[in-house]
Each structure stands twice: as structure tokens, then as C-alpha cells.
């Protein structure tokens, strides 16, 4: 093994690959990139937040500059060396440049971020050095990690239900039973690892965790939500146990391999769309010190694009910055074992160098085609925040959809909109109108009615209007088209009529959300009926702030246990399809086919879908045939009576009702062995409603079980 020069020894040219900091035995290898440059400086420190660096290497052009790479060896250094970038060259905005040679900035391959004791982002937005006060990269050894064996777990889309999750906000609160420091972390995280397994979610979609900056917020504010990235490789340090750089990239490995245990998939909201340094007033912290006119989109007088919404656009089908996001998919793919990736505002990454949408954007089609992802869920928000909308049509046929408009029709139908009942029948049925002409799977469409952009779901059957003062921005943030309906009193209320109609509301969206054919995606909280006080826009919060509103309640599981319970069972209502469990490779036209899908009114075979209809009904088989599933819905103020299906000698059990959200619960939802018969040729579905009934054979009955715990003890 070769002994290591020590500190201090001379630096050598080193080499322009790989980027970033390579560990060697013998010392550390830095390369970064900057076309525009005129000097480039490494500094060392030691320890992360003094004023001075512990050293300063000056890179010359000759030997450590290979084309617009600069690199250089430095012997005796290891793991755990906290460096940081400075670049000269000339600030001239007009022509895309913004060089401060006074900042520090950190390394866009870095691994690992040191927080300073007093961060300020200020201090990378005024003049002169902020050497105290900035984000510092951390060498750090990618192969330094025991894991056992751990792989991605690859769970096909169409068994698969996600869970969106904040994870600081899914254990902060006190009531978590999560330990006072582990609160809020990776590590509380993992503590509730049994209770996800328990609800029957697959995948855990967690809001973004690479390295953010949380002052990027309005003053006196700090951002909750995370969709402001300084790095695309560390992950973020605020969500770890300890300050050590290093422990934090265990701690967000131990998470994973603890979820891959319990058989459950991590898929991480990535923003590979916008940093946060800001428009053209923020913060120089990386990219735009290092090479503005190459990582970001600006017009002709250099000022940033912003189809963002925050101020500024990554450059992504500039060859550098392409290659910078696909290498960091890599790492979190390979290095970091996560199954998948969430693209936030993925219609950005469609745009070209000057903004222009692309029929064959070079970065998706790059991502969707790479064989090292080629095993990676992949799903894009099909939008950005300039009004480009590609919902049914985004890029490449690896991608999976977020269906915004699945949410708007289930929302726009349950709150009893005029004109909604054709394009619910759609939603119900993988949304053909959207995907059968390009031969995808029904597990294409990612099905939500929430989400942590707008309100959660108990919000939106208390609100008609977004209440967001609080996030100081005078009430101009957040949608204001949220198809919500406070069911007759705008926010908490103790009418009794008004709740129940909450809660009967409440399950009507849940059942249509989980049982619709496409990959259900649930809202952390949801489940419990967590509440933002009517804010739809909660991405930051007071600072210091000790119980945000954003935070998840474990008291809530106590007072709502219904819906607990109810969303618990829909889930495992979900597994029994035989499209669930076998064949998920069918398009969704073969699926259709094959599944013998009948639209109903409430007439048999009569769907109406005048603007004055607010009542559908689906019939479908099961793939073997065996098993027949009628879903009735009335989104009417008043009871409707709808006809019933015949059934085939085979289906002795004749129709069963599982699902009625008008019922109390437990007897809102049962096991199919409990279920009461239906007799007769029609059932009458209760006003804002939704019924499901199965009917099945002798040999399928027994099966069509739900686990213990769900179903009551006698039928209702």
C-alpha cells in the first residue's frame, strides 16, 4: 500500500476526470469545471467556519487547466477535508458573467456540505469575502460504506403505491414517539418504517434531501419544503443526527437500506430545474460564481430565464450541465442505492438554450435511454411554472407522469361540478384519452388528488378559498384554482352535518384516487387527516418556528382513525386485482380489453355525460376472470338508485357491497367474506357517495380476504 506524502507537500497537475474530489490512497485529485475563468483557487479548511483558509492553492492554466477543466492532485489530504472554489474572471451580466473572486463556492460534484455555525446567505449577496459564513464541500470516499448486500428493490410500477413525505415534517412533532434528537431526521424516518409497511404503501417519495439553502425565503422565513438546491450530490445536512458531514452521507445510507428491509422503495423529488441562487440580486454560491453563462438560461442581455418561478432556469441541454445531471443520477442511483426520481417541473428540462421547447429534448431522451437507469422509476411533473404543460405527452416512454389533470377531474367531480363525467370515466380508466395512443401501461399516469404543492386533503373539503398570509408574500403565492369545497363553513367548524359530509368527501376521493387504474400516490398525513390551516402553499415558515403547521400530528392517527383505516383498506383492496399482481407489462388498450371494462349511468350500459350528470358507474373483471368489481359513484346531493349488472352462473357469492362512504365507520369498508349481499336489480348509492361491489366464484372467494384488523367483526 503506498505510504501517503505528508500534508503540505507540493500539489501536483493532477487530472480532469472525474469531477469533483477523488479519494486516492495517496492524496485527493479536485477537477471542476469553468469555461470562463481567468484563475482558479482551491482553498482548504480546517475547521469549517474560520475566517481565513487553512491553504490556498493557485491553479495556473498551465499544467492544471485541460480545456475548460481545472484540476489539480493534492497529496496527504483524505476523507473529511472541508474545501471550497474561488474563480476569477470579469463581472460583466450584459455578457452572462457574474465572477466575485471574494466567494466561496462550493464544488457542483461535491459529496458532502460542511454547515458553518452561523451560515448567512447575505454574505454571498453583498460585497466582500464571506469566508465564515458559507457552505463548504467535504471530500468524501463514495466506496466508504458497508451495504450489506442492499440493491434497489426494482417493484414494478403497477404494484406499486407511493407515499409523499417531508422528512423533517414526518417526525419533527413531538407526538412522532420518534427521540427529541433524532426528530425530524433520516433516522426518525426510519422509526416509522413499521408504521408505512403497516398502511400498505410500496414506495416513499421524499420531497427534496440534496443539500438546499434554507434562508432562500422571504424575510424572517425559512424554506421548509427544500426546492432550493446548492448541491445535486450531498445530501441535505439539516435532515441528519449529527454535524459530521461525513455521518450525514450514513445516516441518509442507513435510511435506505432500512427501507429496502422492509421491502419499501425510495424515489427522491429532485430539482434539476433552478438553484437557489436566486434572480439576478441572489446569492453568488456555486454555479454562478464558477461559470454563470454556462449553467444557467439567460436572454440576450444576460438576465435569467425564470420558467422556474424562482428566479433562475439551469441551462439543461448545455452539454456540461447535462452531463452534471446525469452523473448525479448516477451517484444517487449507484452509490446511493434509491430506486427512483421525481422531476420537479420536468417541462423545463424539454426547453433548449434559449428557452424554447423541443420535440426531442437531448437531456430527457439522454435519462430515458441510459442504461445505468434503465431499471430507475422515473417520473416527471409534466409542467413548469411559465405555462408549459405536457401532461399525456412528455418525452421518452421511460417516463411516468404525474396526472395533473386526473387531479383537477376527481377534484372538479366530487365537489359536484357540471360537465365532469366523461373525463372522470377517462381518469378511472388509466386515462386512455391521454396515453393509449403511445402504447403505455395503465401505471403510466401517477394518481394524486394532493400533493405538497396546494392543499392537503382535509384541507380541501374545508376551504373554498387558500389562507396563506402566513408565508408572507401578502397572499400572492399558491394557486387559486384548487377545485376545492368547504362543504358549507369556511375552516374548522363544530357543525355536525358539515363534518360528516367532510368525511364522507374525504373517502369518496380516496377511493377514487386508490382503486382508479394508474399508480396511486397518497399525501403524507392524508391518511389522518393532517391540515395546513387552509395554506396550499406551506413551503417555508417562521423561522425558529418550534411547531409549524407543516409538521405531521401523531395525534391525529388517535382522532382519526377511520380514515386510517379506510385508506389501509383501499390499499389492500388495490392488491387483490389480478392486473395488480400479475401481466403488468400490458399497454393500457390491452388491459382495457382484457378486464371487459362496461361504462354504466344509472342505467346499465347508458353512461351519461351531459353537463348535468354527476353519477357514473364502472363494471370490470379481474385478468384470470374470476372476479367482477362494480364501482358506483354519485357525486349528486341526493340518493340515486342504479341498476345492477346480471351476473354469470359462476359468481355464487352474487354482489357483495365492500365500499360505501356513507357508512360509519368500520362498516364503510369490510372484508369480502363480511360484506352484506346486494339483492335485487339496483342499489341506492347515498348523495356524494361511492359504493363498491365484488361478486366472485367459490375457488375465488375464499381469497378475496383483507388482512386482520380492517374488516369488522359481524357485516353492516
Request: proline letters at 7%; a negative charge.
Amino acid at each position: 500500500m503506498p505510504v501517503p506524502p505528508p500534508l503540505g507537500a507540493a500539489p501536483l497537475p493532477g487530472r480532469p476526470h472525474p469531477l469533483g474530489a477523488q479519494v486516492t490512497p495517496t492524496g485527493v485529485n479536485f477537477s471542476v469545471y469553468s469555461r470562463h475563468a481567468e484563475r482558479v483557487e482551491l482553498l482548504l479548511y480546517d475547521p469549517c467556519d474560520t475566517a481565513q483558509p487553512a491553504r490556498t492553492i493557485v491553479l495556473d492554466k498551465h499544467p492544471h487547466r485541460t480545456w475548460h477543466y481545472w484540476h489539480v492532485f493534492v497529496p496527504g489530504l483524505a476523507a473529511g477535508q472541508v474545501y471550497a472554489w474561488r474563480a476569477h474572471g470579469v463581472f460583466d451580466p450584459a455578457r452572462g458573467h457574474r465572477f466575485d473572486g471574494d466567494k466561496l463556492l462550493l464544488d457542483p460534484y461535491g459529496r458532502a456540505v460542511a454547515l458553518p455555525a452561523e451560515y448567512r446567505r447575505s454574505a454571498a449577496m453583498s460585497r466582500g469575502r464571506n469566508d465564515p459564513w458559507a457552505f463548504k464541500s467535504v471530500v468524501a470516499d463514495d466506496q466508504a460504506y458497508d451495504w450489506n448486500g442492499d440493491a434497489p428493490l426494482r417493484r414494478p410500477f403497477a404494484q406499486t403505491v407511493i407515499y409523499e413525505a417531508h422528512v423533517g415534517g414526518f417526525t419533527r412533532h413531538p407526538s412522532s414517539g420518534v427521540a427529541d434528537g433524532q426528530r425530524g431526521t433520516y433516522a426518525g424516518l426510519v422509526e416509522k418504517i413499521p408504521y408505512l409497511v403497516d398502511l400498505g404503501v410500496t414506495a416513499v417519495e421524499l420531497m427534496p434531501v440534496f443539500q438546499f439553502d434554507p434562508q432562500d425565503a422571504p424575510p424572517g422565513k425559512t424554506n421548509y419544503w427544500g426546492y432550493a438546491p446548492v448541491s445535486f450530490f450531498a445530501p441535505h445536512a439539516g435532515y441528519a443526527v449529527t454535524r459530521d458531514p461525513l455521518a450525514v452521507l450514513d445516516e441518509f445510507r442507513d435510511m435506505v437500506k432500512a427501507l429496502h428491509r422492509a421491502g419499501l422503495e425510495l424515489i427522491l423529488d429532485v430539482v434539476y430545474n433552478h438553484s437557489a441562487e436566486g434572480g439576478e440580486q441572489g446569492p453568488c454560491l456555486g454555479l454562478r460564481g464558477l461559470d454563470n453563462a454556462t449553467y444557467y438560461m439567460l436572454d440576450e442581455d444576460g438576465r435569467y430565464a425564470n420558467f422556474s418561478g424562482c428566479g433562475n432556469t439551469l441551462n439543461a441541454n448545455q452539454a456540461v450541465v447535462r452531463r452534471l445531471i446525469l452523473d448525479s443520477l448516477h451517484y444517487w442511483g449507484q452509490v446511493m442505492h434509491v430506486d427512483g426520481f421525481r422531476f420537479d417541473l420536468a417541462s423545463i428540462l424539454s426547453r433548449d438554450e434559449g428557452g424554447r421547447p423541443l420535440a426531442k429534448p437531448p437531456v430527457l431522451w439522454d435519462i430515458a435511454s441510459d442504461p445505468v437507469l434503465a431499471g430507475t422509476k422515473l417520473i416527471a411533473e409534466a409542467w413548469d411554472a411559465a405555462g408549459l404543460y405536457q401532461v399525456g405527452g412528455f418525452a421518452g416512454d421511460h417516463w411516468k407522469e404525474w396526472n395533473g389533470r386526473f387531479r383537477d377531474d376527481v377534484r372538479s367531480f366530487v365537489r359536484g361540478d357540471a360537465g365532469t363525467v366523461a373525463a372522470l370515466a377517462d381518469r378511472l380508466l388509466g386515462s386512455p384519452a391521454l396515453y393509449a395512443a403511445s402504447q403505455r401501461e395503465p401505471a403510466q399516469s401517477i394518481n394524486f388528488v394532493t400533493s405538497h404543492d396546494g392543499f392537503t386533503l382535509d384541507d380541501l373539503v374545508s376551504y373554498n378559498l387558500k389562507h396563506n398570509l402566513s408565508n408572507g408574500e401578502d397572499g400572492r403565492d399558491g394557486s387559486d384554482d384548487n377545485r376545492s369545497w368547504n362543504c358549507g363553513v369556511e375552516g374548522p367548524t363544530d357543525d355536525p352535518q358539515v363534518l360528516a359530509l367532510r368525511t364522507r368527501q374525504i373517502k369518496n376521493l380516496l377511493a377514487i384516487n386508490v382503486l382508479s387504474l394508474g399508480t396511486p400516490m397518497l399525501l403524507m398525513g392524508d391518511e389522518m387527516r393532517r391540515s395546513q390551516q387552509g395554506n396550499n402553499n406551506a413551503y417555508c415558515h417562521d423561522a425558529g418556528q418550534d411547531n409549524p403547521t407543516q409538521w405531521l400530528d401523531w395525534t391525529l392517527l388517535q382522532r382519526h382513525a377511520d380514515i386510517h383505516r379506510f385508506v389501509r383498506g383501499l390499499i389492500q383492496i388495490r392488491n387483490l386485482r389480478e392486473s395488480v399482481r400479475i401481466d403488468h407489462h400490458l399497454t393500457l388498450d390491452e388491459l382495457t380489453a382484457r378486464v371487459k371494462v362496461h361504462l354504466h349511468g344509472v342505467r346499465l350500459d347508458a353512461p351519461d355525460v351531459g353537463v348535468e350528470s354527476h353519477t357514473l358507474a364502472v363494471t370490470a373483471s379481474s385478468l384470470s376472470g374470476d372476479l367482477l368489481m362494480h364501482f358506483a359513484l354519485n357525486a349528486y346531493w341526493e340518493a340515486m338508485d342504479f341498476e345492477l349488472p346480471a351476473l354469470p352462473p359462476w359468481a355464487a357469492t352474487g354482489w357483495r357491497r365492500v365500499i360505501d362512504s356513507a357508512r360509519p365507520s368500520p362498516q364503510d369498508l369490510v372484508d369480502f367474506t363480511q360484506a352484506a349481499r346486494v339483492p335485487g336489480t339496483t342499489h341506492r348509492v347515498a348523495a356524494r357517495s361511492v359504493v363498491v361491489l365484488f361478486a366472485a366464484g367459490h375457488g375465488t372467494a375464499g381469497s378475496v380476504r383483507l388482512a386482520s384488523g380492517v374488516a369488522p367483526l359481524a357485516p353492516a
